[in-house]
């Protein structure tokens, strides 16, 4: 399945010949002062396409620094003026919208809350109707692709086609070194759909740690993202917001110039033949791997039909701890991560055991239309 966006190429929207794409500026619009210095100093790097500021902060809660407003709009005319970066804003309810519109604002963005709550998505779409403005939408801060991909069909369906995704993380109940975590997977599914999309990642939001945001930002141009968004402040010790995450524009560059930029596809001739080879040689492997673990779920059935005659319960703690046991030491020995494997096990004794669960209540499952929810 594809979606069904009409896209224009990034190209159509943002200066694209620096290497990698890079939005760059402030958390928040904090003072005229440190907008306009810190623009100047990231403009002079010559690798900033794009000045962002946050003028509305969607805090989580009350009484934290909820952006300058308005006011912030008049400080961006001037970076852009002085240093003809065009400007990025969030944007979170119609009269941002307007009032960004109105200040030639060049790029908007929504925020990860807002692209949660599809009232809020929808006043944004309906405010942009008859308005040729880029739009990015970040993910929501859940991991639920199908409110990312809602939001940016609500935009699109408005006329919106410079379009683009940010991947910034989601909201996670485990602890974990990064603020939000990458999920990688969701932006990897979000580009199979629609890979006209062009997505952008933020790792000072994944992060929120300055010292992992050129981790993050490596592993996104490895996975082929189409550019950064990163904080920068020209002070982030005293940043009113976000400080811990925030680089200055001289450490932006350090961490850029250490980025290794990757090409997805190869121009080189030799090149191409040894990678094609080894696809080949992966290709025959994964066919082998899928006809092993069908016959493996064949056997499963047939012990699923034996437990059901024999009335035996589906798990065997002391049975699948084995499994576990065995199969992750034998892994470790051909230097596979025990992480990795335990995964792959979870992953296949789950289907096996919905095989089975299907095959013993065989006659009684519940109706799909009671499982499915909107
Ligand atoms: C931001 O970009 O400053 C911001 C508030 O990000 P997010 O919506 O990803 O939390
Ligand atoms: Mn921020």
């Not at 969607?58 to 961006?76: C, D, K, N």
């Not at 994964?286 to 499963?300: G, H, N, P, T």
């Amino acid at each position: 399945m594809k979606l069904n966006l009409n896209i224009q190429p990034l190209e159509s929207w943002i200066k694209t010949g620096k290497e990698p794409l890079l939005i760059a500026g402030p958390c928040s619009a904090e003072t005229e002062d440190q907008l306009v210095a810190t623009a100047h100093l990231l403009a002079k790097t010559g690798r900033v396409s794009a000045l962002r500021a946050g003028i509305w902060k969607p805090r989580t809660r009350p009484g934290e620094f909820e952006g300058i407003g308005s006011i912030g709009l008049e400080w961006l005319k001037r970076a852009k003026e002085e240093t003809s970066l065009p400007t990025a804003v969030e944007v979170a309810t119609a009269k941002h919208v307007e009032e960004a519109l109105k200040a030639g604002v060049d790029i908007l963005w929504v925020g990860a809350r807002s692209t949660a709550n599809p009232f809020t998505v929808q006043e944004i779409a309906d405010a942009l109707k008859g308005v040729d403005i880029p739009v990015m939408v970040k993910n929501p801060v859940n991991p639920d692709l199908t409110l990312w991909i809602g939001a940016l069909e609500r935009i699109n369906n408005a006329g919106i086609t410079k379009l683009a995704a940010i991947h910034r993380g989601f909201s996670s109940y485990e602890k974990s070194a990064f603020r939000n975590e990458p999920m990688w997977d969701l932006a990897i599914s979000l580009k199979t759909l629609a890979p006209e999309l062009p997505i952008i990642n933020d790792p000072s939001h994944i992060t929120g740690n300055r010292d992992l945001i050129p981790y993050i930002a490596q592993k996104a141009l490895d996975m082929d993202m189409q550019g950064l968004m990163i904080e920068s402040h020209i002070d982030p010790s005293i940043a009113w917001t976000d400080a811990k995450q925030q680089v200055t524009p001289a450490a932006l560059v350090e961490l850029i110039d250490n980025l290794t930029l990757r090409k997805p596809e190869v121009r080189n001739v030799e090149v191409n033949d040894k990678l094609h080879e080894l696809r080949n040689q992966i290709d025959k492997i994964d066919d082998l791997v899928i006809q092993k673990i069908a016959e493996r779920m064949q056997i499963v059935e047939k012990i699923g039909n034996y437990k059901k005659d024999n009335n035996i319960t589906i798990l065997q703690v002391s049975r699948w701890d084995e499994i576990l046991h065995k199969r992750t030491s034998y892994a470790k020995a051909l230097k596979l991560s025990t992480e990795f494997t335990e995964k792959l096990l979870e992953l296949m004794h789950s289907e096996s055991i919905r095989k089975q669960t299907e095959i013993m209540n065989a006659g009684q499952e519940v109706p799909a239309e009671k499982l499915t929810h909107a």
